[in-house]
């Protein structure tokens, strides 16, 4: 569903301060997977989502969705076959217009608009049955603006624009990390429904190691620009997070190790 | 008073343009500046050369859409400020104005046009003409509601409110500037055609500052009757286009220098941006609104 090849990525090549984000990525993920991506700041795991999203464009190898290569196209291009999910609550709706208004703008992704009303009774209809599935009671307030809401109900809303018209691939970008742990547990919880609901192929992106062994059926974990651990369900299920905390030690330890060695 | 409130109409058109670049683009558009005037300038050459006033009016339309377009292709493709862009299209449009009307004014005085039937009805400066002149401009008002609840329309507004998220759902950003630009100077357009109609002439300096006057009426209008919702922001412009030249009015009549008539306006748009943000006016409910359209978005919290 998703193939990233041999994808590199450097910013600032040339400079003094040129880095390199990703080397060698690659990366398959076939229909329904969801897989979580954890590594310490700087590993490249928001650059591997924004990659695939097209806010960047990667120096060599390609990216495929569903078989198209979408390597040169930019974002809003490729959002037909995209749900995203952001870090900020403040970042997946418009808070200026209504939630109807804003499930509206979600609902008809990747399709050309026209002038047709953006808000239709059918689809009012329609909205009011997705938002019943988060149990926030904002089924009862589609003309409320989205501003008015919690970072938490954001966020749900956000999820559940990102997920409706089933994309190809979800990305989730540390979408709990701004939320308070009671508000991050629901969105987690309900992620977990939406992705099971919709059988999306999804990739997340997260700190919490606790969540990325919960959440999805495969385990990535990446460091300075590398896939260092690739475990999939069963191996998932036996691991904790001592283990994890174990094997960063461990490349940690060897990482500086090279360096010593170097010097 | 009621030619100021006629007027005060008639400009609500390019007031209106001005708000959906100001308020829902969140794009200060200065070309409003040259291609009010390009307006003026397409409709009285065309008028002059015996087309219809109606097709005449019509051409000034596209005309205002073609600059605002070159305004945001400066903008998006050629990635200049939104500020800069505008200046640069309005100072072209300058020298392009005048090679269009071949000099610095053209009268219309026997010409016909679209304001002729009234003024020939004697019905100019009275309330019929009020009448006429109000239903024109809440057709716009409408057409503009009706287009901003389209599924463009959303698109657009997103685009002024938060473009990551819209383009995370398909929309091209750049696309929609370009667009809202083109439409909210196509109204400039119009609204340059409609003067020239009436005052009988147009002239290379009539756009000078009007960027101001379309500024003053969306703040000055939408800090008094709200901008809650779109009808009611859009239908606030109308009344502070109104509200505007009344104000003008006054002042002239209070036997102001009508040169310094700019000066005023300034003066007048830097108190209605300042005010608001002083304690004392922070604490007058009536003037949250102005705070509100002060900061922009509001409800960002």
Same mark, same amino acid.
């Given at each position: 569903?998703?193939? #990233?090849?041999?994808? /590199? ?89 209504? #939630? ?68 190809? #691939?979800?990305?989730?970008?540390? /979408? ?51 896939? #260092? ?16 905390? /174990? ?17 | ?39 003026? %300038? ?49 100072? %072209? ?9 071949? @000099?610095?004014?053209?009268?219309l005085l026997r010409e016909e046009t679209l304001i002729t039937p009234l003024r020939d009805a004697g019905l100019l400066g009275t309330a019929m003409s009020v009448v006429v002149f109000s239903l024109f401009a809440l057709a716009v008002k409408f057409v503009i509601d009706w287009f901003l609840h ?7 507004? %997103? ?15 750049? @696309? ?5 630009? %083109? ?101 007058i409910g009536g003037l949250a609104n102005m705070r509100k359209s002060l900061t922009g978005a509001g409800a960002k919290g």
């Open positions: 569903m998703l193939d #990233i090849t041999n994808v /590199h990525k450097t910013f600032f090549a040339g400079t003094v301060n040129e880095r390199v984000a990703l080397k060698e990525i690659n990366l398959s993920l076939t229909p329904g997977e969801f897989v979580t991506v954890i590594g310490s700041n700087g590993a490249g795991k928001s650059t591997v989502l924004n990659i695939t999203s097209g806010k960047l464009r990667p120096d060599t190898g390609s990216v495929r969705i569903d078989g198209n290569d979408v390597t040169k196209l930019a974002d809003h291009q490729r959002a037909k076959f995209i749900g995203r999910v952001f870090q900020d609550p403040m970042a997946g709706t418009s808070p200026d217009m209504t #939630i109807e208004q804003n499930m509206s703008m979600a609902y008809e992704r990747g399709k050309t608009r026209g002038l047709g009303p953006g808000v239709t009774k059918k689809k009012r209809e329609f909205f009011q049955e997705e938002l019943k599935s988060l149990e926030l009671g904002l089924e009862n307030r589609l003309k409320a603006k989205v501003g008015l809401l919690s970072g938490g109900q954001r966020q749900a809303l956000s999820l559940l624009m990102a997920t409706f018209s089933s994309p190809k #691939i979800l990305l989730l970008d540390e /979408h709990t990390a701004a939320l308070d742990p009671q508000r991050a547990d629901l969105v987690s919880r309900l992620t977990a429904e939406v992705v099971e609901r919709h059988q999306l192929t999804t990739l997340m992106v997260t700190h919490n190691m606790e969540q990325a062994l919960r959440l999805g059926s495969r385990l990535i974990m990446m460091h300075e620009g590398r896939i #260092i651990l690739d475990i999939g369900q069963e191996q998932k299920r036996k691991t904790t997070v001592q283990d994890l905390l /174990h094997e960063f030690e461990k490349i940690k330890g060897g990482a500086l190790d090279d360096r010593t060695m170097l010097q | 008073m009621i030619v100021a409130v006629e007027l005060g109409l008639i400009y609500a058109i390019m007031a209106l343009g001005v708000y959906l670049t100001f308020r829902i683009l969140n794009f200060p558009d200065l070309t409003v500046d040259g291609s009010f005037t390009t307006g003026a %300038a397409v409709a009285s050459i065309m008028i002059i050369n015996g087309f219809s006033p109606v097709v005449s009016t019509i051409a000034a339309f596209g005309a205002g859409l073609v600059a605002g377009w070159i305004t945001g292709i400066l903008h998006t493709k050629g990635k200049i400020n939104g500020l800069l862009a505008g200046i640069l299209t309005m100072i %072209a449009l300058y020298s392009i104005n005048l090679r269009i009307m071949g @000099r610095a004014n053209l009268p389209t599924d463009v329309g959303l698109a657009m507004q %997103a685009t002024g409110d938060n473009e990551e998220m819209i383009r995370s759902f398909g929309v091209s950003t750049d @696309r929609m500037k370009i667009l809202g630009l %083109a439409l909210s100077n196509g109204l400039v357009g119009l609204c340059g055609a409609l003067i020239a109609q009436y005052q009988g002439f147009a002239d290379i300096g009539m756009g000078i500052g009007l960027i101001l006057a379309g500024l003053a009426s969306v703040i000055i209008g939408q800090a008094i009757f709200g901008s809650r919702l779109i009808i009611i922001a859009s239908l606030a412009v109308v009344l502070g286009s109104v509200l505007y030249r009344v104000v003008i009015q006054l002042a002239l009549q209070a036997g102001l220098n009508p040169n310094d008539m700019k000066l005023i306006s300034a003066v007048l748009v830097v108190t209605a941006l300042v005010l608001p943000q002083w304690k004392f006016f922070k604490r």
